[in-house]
């Protein structure tokens, strides 16, 4: 440029730019490649900046039910969270954004564009993107996943039939329960249930019949204990109840009330009502335990005391109960010398025709006086000799006994009735029933029809099949069958014709309340007419005063036996009422 303002040449400058443009097709080129993959990705691709995402691939829009247009620069992780998870999500983020974590990596549960529920697995790491901090990361959808997980959990911890906690999960809770009491000093209640005879459910009626049984029984605890209680099936018909924070011992007794309650009301399965009762045992922590095995163990004991005690009531566990095995080992070696030193002997209770007041019969009751503890009740020792061999020899004993006996009253020339001998299920299911009253008889030279022999209701119902055909071999020889203490089993009109029976025998608790109970009087009268209709003998047992007498006998009642009537007897008292027929012959 001159000093006049012309123009006389120019200065060119050269900058190599082929490295930046280099450097710009490449980053360009990478983002495309980015973008390509990104788009065509099976995992959901994200980047978030400044609480939304700035990016999403089809992919993680989809997992959530948009388009990515809806997502991007609109939502961010904290409006796809369950609102529970959002402290989980913001914590993550936040930790990532503040360089405090290098990357990511967490489950949360996400809400879909229609509202529902699902899971998904975040990772992520810090970037750059515009200059600015954000997070890159990926996006996978772990709801089948993490439902199959939490399936096999469930399956793992609770019982598949019932949907209850099962043993494993039950003292879990309990050791919860246990290690929270210690802490405030509270007591826990551990409560042991065994349904009562169940056993005859599926014995009789099938497996699919006790099974929906079960699940209505396990519908009517869970609703009968509150919230922070636990319900578990320990297997079979075994059910543990937990109570946590009990302030006394009333807590379980009104439990123990309630559930007895709603198993009064009967279950109606496939068109059949049946109606259960259950046994229960309790122990209290810190009274009867301080851990979780010895405190279901002796809940168990009680359980058992309470079956002893009758069934369909419960007990307390105490000391005495640890006891138990030793002392039946004392008994079992009391009652081992007792049938070799003669302390066992045999009484017999009259029955009575109550029209005519002729003897038909008569019953024979096992008694056994101690040499130094005295009359001890067949309550107490029946059950340890069924689960020892005791009860074989005892049972062999008690006939051989009664058909001497009967061959003495017919050779002094009396007409002895048919006399009753009580046979344990463990005779009819462990022994040879048939062979051993076939010897007695042979050995007495007395026909079949000497003897009677009484079976339980329950147990034929436990046992149906086998028993059915032993039963059904003793009356083949000419043996008469009688039911006892029948009205208290689960015994169905259907059923009770199958039976190979002769009589019934009334259980002596209907009888005691009949005229003051309807439900005792009905169930009473309806068996009277229930042995009418199958053409058998109906006895009541334990008629004790007058009210009751005439009860029977209004009802049409044929046979009676108690107190009022005739107490048991030994055998030379007996022979007085017997008809002497010096010229009788067998």
């Known amino acids: 440029m001159t000093r006049e303002g012309r123009q006389e040449g120019a200065v060119i400058t050269f900058r190599d730019i082929s490295e930046a443009e280099s450097t710009k097709a490449a980053l360009l080129e990478s983002e495309q490649k980015f973008r390509d993959l990104a788009e065509k990705s099976l995992v959901g691709v994200y980047i978030v900046q400044n609480g939304l995402y700035i990016y999403v691939n089809p992919r993680f829009a989809s997992i959530f039910g948009y388009t990515s247009e809806e997502i991007q620069a609109q939502l961010g992780p904290y409006h796809l969270a369950h609102h529970d998870d959002l402290y989980l999500v913001t914590r993550n983020i936040e930790k990532c954004m503040s360089v405090l974590a290098e990357s990511i990596d967490f489950n949360f549960r996400g809400i879909k564009k229609d509202g529902s529920l699902i899971y998904v697995e975040m990772l992520g790491a810090i970037t750059q993107y515009d200059g600015k901090p954000a997070i890159i990361g990926t996006l996978m959808d772990v709801t089948e996943r993490t439902l199959a997980e939490a399936q096999l959990q469930h399956q793992a911890y609770h019982d598949p039939l019932t949907g209850l906690p099962n043993r494993l999960l039950g003292n879990d809770r309990l050791e919860h329960a246990l290690s929270k009491a210690a802490r405030l000093g509270q007591r826990v209640a551990v409560m042991f249930l065994d349904l009562d005879h169940f056993k005859h459910v599926n014995d009789s009626l099938g497996h699919s019949m006790g099974d929906a049984l079960l699940v209505t029984i396990a519908d009517r605890l869970s609703s009968s204990v509150r919230q922070a209680d636990t319900v578990a099936r320990l297997g079979g018909d075994e059910f543990m109840i937990i109570l946590e924070s009990i302030d006394s011992l009333e807590v379980p007794v009104i439990l123990v009330k309630s559930i007895q309650a709603v198993l009064a009301k009967p279950v109606k399965v ?27 163990r002796n809940a168990d004991a ?36 007792a049938l070799v030193q003669k ?10 025709d109550l029209n005519t007041g002729a003897l038909v019969g008569a019953e024979v009751l096992l008694r056994w006086n101690h040499s130094e503890r005295g009359l001890i009740s067949p309550v107490k020792f029946i059950p340890l000799a069924e689960e020892t061999d005791l009860i074989q020899k005892i049972g062999d004993w008690v006939l051989d006994q009664v058909c001497m006996q009967v061959r003495v009253w017919k050779q002094q020339g009396y007409r002895p009735p048919r006399i009753a001998v009580n046979v344990s299920s463990v005779q009819i299911l462990r022994g040879d029933l048939l062979a051993s009253v076939n010897r007695s008889l042979a050995e007495n030279s007395l026909a079949a029809t000497a003897l009677e022999l009484e079976i339980t209701e329950n147990c034929i119902m436990e046992h149906t099949e086998k028993s059915i055909r032993i039963l059904q071999a003793l009356r083949d020889r000419g043996i008469s069958l009688a039911i006892d203490d029948f009205g208290t089993g689960y015994s169905s009109l259907a059923y009770l014709k199958q039976l190979p029976i002769n009589k019934l025998k009334i259980d002596r608790t209907l009888i005691a309340d009949a005229n003051h109970n309807r439900r005792d009087e009905a169930i009473a009268k309806a068996v009277i007419m229930l042995g009418q209709l199958l053409d058998l003998d109906v006895v009541a047992e334990g008629i004790e005063n007058e009210e009751q007498h005439q009860f029977v006998r209004r009802s049409g009642c044929g046979i009676g036996q108690g107190f009022l009537l005739g107490r048991p007897v030994p055998p030379e008292i007996l022979t007085s009422l017997l008809t002497f027929e010096p010229n009788v012959k067998e």
């Not at 002893?308 to 010398?337: C, H």
């Open 343 to 352: 302390e066992l002997s045999l009484e017999y209770q009259p029955q009575f």
């Open 270 to 296: 496939s068109n059949q009502e049946l109606f259960v009762t259950t046994s229960i045992g309790i122990s209290i922590y810190p009274d009867h335990g301080d851990n979780a095995d010895k405190l279901i």
């Open 302 to 337: 009680a359980m058992y005391q309470a079956k002893r005690k009758g069934r369909s009531t419960y007990a307390f566990y105490t000391a005495e109960l640890t006891l138990t095995s030793v002392e039946w080992l004392d008994l079992e070696s009391a009652l081992r010398r």
